[in-house]
């Protein structure tokens, strides 16, 4: 089955600890993205890619980092820098410059502090 | 800079009742819109999207949504709802050419026996 897989569904991080969340996509899509929703808020894009090895910065990136070396995978660092990094985090993907672009979402990975 | 307003935080439905849930966009560009839902721990799913062509679209699970360019709104509905459609329910807008989206704070959809 195609889709969008994440792991794991719910990550711990001590104080000072860096942690990362994994997204796989085996729908051949180009472009990835990770959000971070917090109750109330919607989501926030915090990065984005749309091709292997180049990425940009979203709404919310400080605190975070990430890497695209493979089209099928996009994962996302939360580092010690990020001083509230309990929320739910959400990867998604899309055909880029299709003319109906349309993101798919994953499960998402809930972080939670010790 | 868009924006995606979604007026109501929670509304409650009685089963079988019609429901509305409200967008209203700010974007420059001609707008692409999308209608999603999230279950509580689960990823979002697409219900439904407009790019172009008629106004009123169709999605799953029985939903449709119409734009209204002169009131910049994208309005989901259903004519009768169910228990399960008990979520939470979130509005996006994009652009040709921009591939990110801007999300509203979403609508919570309480549903009545």
């Known amino acids: 089955d195609g889709g969008i897989t994440q792991s794991p569904k719910y990550l711990f991080r001590k104080e000072g600890q860096n942690v990362t969340l994994s997204c796989e996509q085996n729908l051949n899509h180009d472009a990835m993205y990770w959000y971070r929703q917090d109750p109330g808020q919607g989501l926030r894009l915090i990065y984005y890619?749309?091709?292997?090895?180049?990425?940009q910065k979203g709404d919310i990136a400080e605190g975070y980092s990430v890497s695209r070396e493979k089209k099928e995978s996009f994962p996302l660092t939360v580092t010690s820098a990020q001083k509230n990094p309990t929320a739910f985090y959400l990867c998604a993907s899309s055909i880029w410059r299709d003319t109906q672009e349309t993101q798919y979402f994953g499960p998402g990975t809930r972080l939670l502090v010790l | 800079a868009q924006s995606v307003t979604q007026p109501d935080i929670h509304i409650t439905v009685s089963e079988g009742a019609s429901l509305e849930l409200r967008c209203n966009y700010s974007?420059?560009?001609?707008?692409?819109l999308f209608w999603y839902v999230q279950s509580p721990g689960q990823g979002l799913q697409l219900l439904l999207k407009?790019?172009?062509?008629?106004?009123l679209v169709q999605g799953i699970k029985g939903f449709e949504a119409e734009f209204k360019r002169s009131q910049s709104s994208f309005n989901l509905r259903k004519p009768s709802v169910h228990w399960s459609d008990a979520a939470e329910y979130f509005c996006a807008v994009g652009a040709v050419g921009y591939s990110t989206l801007t999300f509203g704070k979403g609508t919570m959809l309480l549903v009545s026996p």
């Open positions: 890619s749309q091709i292997v090895n180049d990425f």
């Open positions: 974007y420059g560009a001609t707008p692409y």
């Open positions: 407009y790019f172009s062509g008629d106004t």
